[in-house]
């Protein structure tokens, strides 16, 4: 079964455009580690009782995110997390304590765990409309907000939606909090794929702490690559201490969302910033924008009517037949389905997915 199923995967694998998943890394000098219960218990910042674990590592991703964000030198705390969506739990959980009374914010183009959040978090919430490329609707947000100008503010805000990778601009959305004169407010940003590699695009999407956030969420999976699902959580340290407990069984502080916390994922996030340093990033970014260019114009020479927001690394397209969407595992709404350039995704993909699609239009 163990020989079957290491086929199936590598073989499915190899078809892989609908996911925004990288699968070009090479943990091999971690395997060893695969032998230990690592298990980073607690606060990373603050030591712990139980020891066989990666809090050096942890503290270190956390650090090189922080300072990508630009989030405030001594202000700024964070952890490696299951994925995006305990990221978004974290930040909507940090924002419901500082402001039990707000209301929440957030687009119709939204990822499916953040309603699912704010109804484990029993917080209210109003779903905005978006505009046709995914982001949301600037004024009827203003609008809306300015219906509830008695409430603070929770902002979720999709820097780079799952279907089109639209960035919700947070320099317009703090415009309209100060039109309002809504003092009290709160901004999340899910930056699953595109907080990833924001950072280096120019113009540079308003996003990160300098622009107005108070706390990001990625995917480690996503743009990096991990064998194992994970993410990063960075948020102000001054809302964290809100929430600090001291838990003597642990010797640490209890200020994350899980008990046990997977120690393995932090030793994967690490050597691949490691490896790869802001110029790697950078370069893996450079090249899943150059694909996804690539791809729009060749879609678009044969008749597809392709398109992708600027600057990003998804390419929506109208939704294929069912065997191409089944073998390259596209995900598809509302008659559109996209592929996402990810950093290991090379044009002769591209061209060959093109070359099925343009096959199959032809016999209809
Ligand atoms: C993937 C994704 C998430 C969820 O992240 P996971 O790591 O799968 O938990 C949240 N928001 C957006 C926009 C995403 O694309």
């Given at each position: 079964?163990?020989?079957?199923?290491?086929?199936?995967?590598?073989?499915?694998?190899?078809?892989f455009l609908g996911y925004p998943v990288?699968?070009?890394?090479?943990?091999?000098?971690?395997?060893?580690?695969?032998?230990?219960?690592?298990?980073?218990?607690?606060?990373?910042?603050?030591?712990?009782?139980?020891?066989?674990?990666?809090?050096?590592?942890?503290?270190?991703?956390?650090?090189?995110?922080?300072?990508?964000?630009?989030?405030?030198?001594?202000?700024?705390?964070?952890?490696?997390?299951?994925?995006?969506?305990?990221?978004?739990?974290?930040?909507?959980?940090?924002?419901?304590?500082?402001?039990?009374?707000?209301?929440?914010y957030y687009s119709e183009a939204t990822?499916?765990?953040?309603?699912?959040?704010?109804?484990?978090?029993?917080?209210?919430?109003?779903?905005?409309?978006?505009?046709?490329?995914?982001?949301?609707?600037?004024?009827?947000?203003?609008?809306?907000?300015?219906?509830?100008?008695?409430?603070?503010?929770?902002?979720?805000?999709?820097?780079?939606?799952?279907?089109?990778?639209?960035?919700?601009?947070?320099?317009?959305?703090?415009?309209?909090?100060?039109?309002?004169?809504?003092?009290?407010?709160?901004?999340?940003?899910?930056?699953?794929?595109?907080?990833?590699?924001?950072?280096?695009?120019?113009?540079?999407?308003?996003?990160?702490?300098?622009?107005?956030?108070?706390?990001?969420?990625?995917?480690?999976?996503k743009f990096i690559g991990s064998p194992?699902?994970?993410?990063?959580?960075?948020?102000?340290?001054?809302?964290?201490?809100?929430?600090?407990?001291?838990?003597?069984?642990?010797?640490?502080?209890?200020?994350?969302?899980?008990?046990?916390?997977?120690?393995?994922?932090?030793?994967?996030?690490?050597?691949?910033?490691?490896?790869?340093?802001?110029?790697?990033?950078?370069?893996?970014?450079?090249?899943?924008?150059?694909?996804?260019?690539?791809?729009?114009?060749?879609?678009?020479?044969?008749?597809?009517?392709?398109?992708?927001?600027?600057?990003?690394?998804?390419?929506?397209?109208?939704?294929?037949?069912?065997?191409?969407?089944?073998?390259?595992?596209?995900?598809?709404?509302?008659?559109?389905?996209?592929?996402?350039?990810?950093?290991?995704?090379?044009?002769?993909?591209?061209?060959?997915?093109?070359?099925?699609?343009?096959?199959?239009?032809?016999?209809?």
């Open positions: 079964m163990l020989d079957r199923l290491l086929a199936e995967v590598q073989d499915h694998t190899r078809h990288s699968k070009d890394f090479d943990y091999s000098p971690l395997f060893p580690f695969l032998q230990y219960p690592l298990n980073n218990l607690g606060d990373p910042f603050v030591d712990c009782t139980y020891t066989v674990g990666s809090r050096e590592m942890e503290k270190y991703v956390v650090e090189f995110f922080a300072r990508l964000f630009r989030a405030p030198a001594n202000d700024w705390w964070g952890y490696v997390t299951n994925g995006g969506s305990e990221g978004n739990l974290y930040g909507l959980y940090l924002a419901r304590e500082l402001y039990p009374k707000a209301m929440v990822h499916y765990s953040v309603q699912k959040n704010l109804h484990l978090l029993n917080m209210p919430s109003i779903m905005i409309r978006t505009l046709p490329n995914g982001e949301i609707d600037y004024n009827d947000l203003e609008q809306t907000m300015g219906m509830n100008r008695h409430m603070p503010v929770i902002m979720l805000a999709n820097i780079g939606t799952t279907m089109t990778e639209a960035r919700d601009d947070i320099g317009r959305i703090k415009d309209i909090l100060k039109r309002l004169a809504i003092r009290h407010h709160y901004i999340h940003a899910d930056g699953a794929l595109s907080g990833s590699y924001c950072s280096f695009l120019d113009p540079r999407p308003a996003f990160d702490f300098a622009d107005g956030a108070d706390s990001i969420a990625i995917s480690g999976h194992i699902p994970c993410g990063v959580v960075v948020a102000k340290r001054s809302y964290r201490d809100r929430i600090a407990r001291s838990v003597a069984y642990i010797g640490s502080m209890d200020t994350t969302i899980t008990g046990s916390r997977n120690g393995h994922s932090p030793l994967f996030l690490w050597y691949a910033l490691k490896s790869l340093g802001l110029a790697g990033l950078e370069k893996r970014a450079r090249h899943s924008l150059s694909v996804a260019a690539y791809a729009v114009d060749r879609f678009r020479e044969n008749g597809i009517a392709a398109w992708r927001n600027p600057d990003s690394i998804t390419v929506v397209f109208p939704e294929p037949p069912g065997n191409i969407r089944r073998k390259w595992q596209l995900a598809s709404e509302n008659g559109w389905s996209h592929i996402i350039c990810m950093p290991n995704v090379e044009t002769s993909q591209i061209d060959t997915l093109l070359a099925e699609m343009t096959a199959a239009s032809v016999m209809v």
